[in-house]
């Protein structure tokens, strides 16, 4: 007790014991509190009433006017006068500018002179053909006939001719191509002939040295009249071997080149009698005219080698004969045998000589013979040919269009000299309203020149100055904005797009003007989305019926178009509708207690939602208790966020 006394007696004593008992009774307090029952939560509740339930799908976006008429003129023109400005509102018909008349007043004069010149063609036809106008359809036929008879004699002259060019070349042709195939087939005998002849001459040389060698006279003379025997023979050696190896190898290919050459051409001529196109034959032709003129070449040359050793014979053997006839040995009775025999060497070297020229000669005369082949199957054949065809084709065109001409102006005739025909009267009141047609055209182009409103509207735009030339352009001469009526443009997603017809009833609020309403239709909804941010969406317009005057183009506004609606139905709060795998239920307060209900419900709007079964009026639905630092949206409850935006 003392030491209590004395700890009180401090200041640390004190606040010491004040703590200590404050630290008891709170322990007290919290027991009792813990051991106390909990007090029952007050419910939130809500009664079943009937009503309206109404539901819209908001579009917002901007009000524009109903529409925007791009105005052009008619036809093309020079801007003379423009009558009204940008920003002036105008009325139906009013004129709003005009073109350069200038052109148009005169066709419009053209016109009228048309018609007038219709109507009198008319009354002629009525009144039927004069004496003079008789003889002028007689002097048509005779100009008619005669046209005809020069048309028949001059596509008779001209195909005449024609054929007589086609004759000539075929006859060209023909010639042609026969001299060609003698003189190229002649040629193999021509090169045997000259082998002959060599042969010939080779006999005679061998027995001129043989003449020469049993002479009892061995004199130099006689010795050097030998050796020039031998190089003789030698010589013809070298031009029996030079006409068997080179010239017999070049005579095989000249004529493997004629026998194609000549294949071709009968090929051509079998197309002439089948009156088949030639062109392609033509080609072909050519490349095997190439390959002999080649060939004919290597033939001519390759007797240059016989023609030198045939020469070098020559040029030996006289000189043999040179010396058999000196004036020595010619003495020389026993060599008599071999002059003669040198003398026929001399005429056999001649002779085959002679016979190589020949045959370089016939190779140019074949292939001079050949140009006409050629000229003919490279085209002129088929020239002339398709000139008889044009000028037969000609001569028919002509001829027909001269007796087109006789019958028309024969006809004309028994028309002029017969009475008017109801059909001729006919055709000619026919003229008469094409003339009355024309001049009406011509007096509408003439009034469109003048360009007037076809609406009240306002001008909102002007593209074109006096003085320029107006064309017709996808911006137009002149735009006019109509404000007769107004239209809000906005977008909805696709959720909701579907929920969207044309002409449903919607409610119109305008920003700018406050809470003024108004009353529209759907009078347009886009048939394919515009992506915007990734997100599809649909372009709806909404025509406002009656605008308020303050309305402006530009504006913001919804339109809260009503999708449902329905009076006298039993709702509840959409607070009470609870959420929970998939079912959708209420909770009915009974007896105190709060008891899960399932309920089929109808439309519904941002506030309350159509009871369809499961309930009736008056009773009391529980509503979730609201969370602290919560929104007055309950999560979990209700139908929650991305419906339709309703009222």
Do not use: C
Not at 264 to 273: C, G, M, N, P, Q
Not at 475 to 496: I, K, P, R
């Amino acid at each position: 007790m003392t030491f209590v006394q004395g700890t009180l007696a401090t200041w640390p004593g004190r606040i010491f014991a004040l703590a200590l008992v404050a630290m008891v009774v709170g322990g007290a307090v919290i027991a009792s509190r813990i051991n106390a029952a909990p007090a029952k939560a007050e419910l939130r509740t809500s009664t079943v009433t009937r009503g309206s339930v109404t539901q819209a799908v908001a579009v917002s976006g901007s009000v524009n006017t109903a529409g925007q008429v791009k105005l052009n003129f008619k036809s093309t023109g020079r801007l003379a006068e423009v009558y009204v400005t940008v920003g002036q509102q105008v009325a139906v018909g009013q004129a709003l500018a005009k073109l350069d008349t200038t052109d148009l007043e005169i066709a419009l004069t053209q016109a009228q002179a048309g018609m007038q010149s219709a109507n009198a063609k008319y009354q002629q036809t009525l009144a039927g053909a004069t004496p003079e106008d008789v003889a002028i359809a007689k002097q048509a036929v005779d100009n008619a006939q005669r046209s005809l008879e020069e048309s028949q004699r001059t596509t008779s002259n001209d195909l005449t001719s024609a054929q007589q060019g086609l004759a000539k070349i075929d006859a060209s042709y023909s010639a042609a191509r026969t001299n060609f195939t003698t003189l190229s087939t002649a040629l193999p005998n021509d090169v045997s002939a000259i082998g002959t002849t060599l042969a010939d001459a080779k006999m005679r040389s061998t027995a001129t040295i043989n003449d020469i060698q049993a002479s009892v006279r061995p004199t130099q003379e006689v010795l050097n009249a030998r050796s020039a025997v031998l190089a003789a023979d030698s010589a013809i050696a070298r031009a029996q071997s030079s006409l068997s190896g080179t010239s017999q190898t070049a005579l095989a290919d000249y004529g493997n080149a004629r026998d194609a050459l000549v294949a071709v051409i009968l090929k051509f001529d079998s197309a002439l009698r089948a009156g088949r196109d030639t062109s392609g034959i033509s080609q072909e032709y050519q490349v095997a005219q190439v390959a002999y003129a080649s060939a004919a070449t290597r033939l001519a040359g390759a007797f240059d080698s016989t023609t030198a050793a045939i020469q070098d014979a020559q040029s030996s053997a006289s000189s043999a004969q040179t010396i058999l006839n000196g004036a020595t040995v010619r003495t020389y009775p026993d060599l008599d045998t071999a002059r003669a025999d040198l003398t026929s060497l001399q005429a056999s070297l001649s002779a085959s000589s002679q016979q190589v020229d020949t045959v370089r000669s016939r190779i140019t005369q074949a292939g001079n013979a050949l140009t006409g082949v050629t000229d003919a199957i490279s085209g002129s054949y088929a020239g002339a040919q398709q000139n008889v065809a044009s000028t037969q084709e000609r001569g028919n065109s002509s001829v027909s269009s001269a007796q087109n001409s006789l019958q028309n102006a024969q006809l004309s005739l028994q028309k002029t000299s017969a009475g008017p025909k109801s059909y001729d009267i006919a055709a000619s009141y026919a003229s008469v309203l094409s003339a009355q047609a024309s001049l009406l055209k011509a007096q509408n182009d003439l009034d469109s020149a003048v360009l007037k409103a076809p609406v009240t509207s306002i001008v909102a735009q002007i593209n074109n100055q006096i003085g320029e030339n107006v064309t017709g352009g996808t911006n137009g001469f002149m735009l006019l904005a109509n404000v007769s009526s107004y239209a809000l443009h906005g977008t909805v997603g696709e959720a909701d797009v579907a929920k969207l017809k044309l002409s449903q009833v919607a409610s119109v609020t305008v920003d700018a003007v406050g809470t003024a309403r108004m009353t529209g239709k759907v009078t347009s909804i886009d048939p394919v989305a515009t992506i915007q941010q990734g997100v599809p969406v649909y372009g709806v317009d909404v025509t406002i019926d009656i605008p308020n005057p303050q309305v402006r183009a530009g504006m913001s506004g919804t339109a809260n178009v009503v999708i449902a609606s329905k009076q006298g139905v039993l709702t509840v709060p959409n607070l009470a509708i609870r959420s929970q795998g998939g079912r959708r239920f209420v909770q009915v307060l009974k007896d105190g207690e709060a008891v899960d209900t399932d309920v089929t419900f109808g439309i519904a709007n941002d506030t309350v939602t159509e009871v369809a079964s499961g309930l009736e009026e008056g009773q009391t639905v529980v509503l979730p208790q609201p969370r602290a630092g919560a929104t007055n949206r309950p999560g979990g409850f209700g139908p929650g966020p991305g419906g339709p935006v309703v009222r």
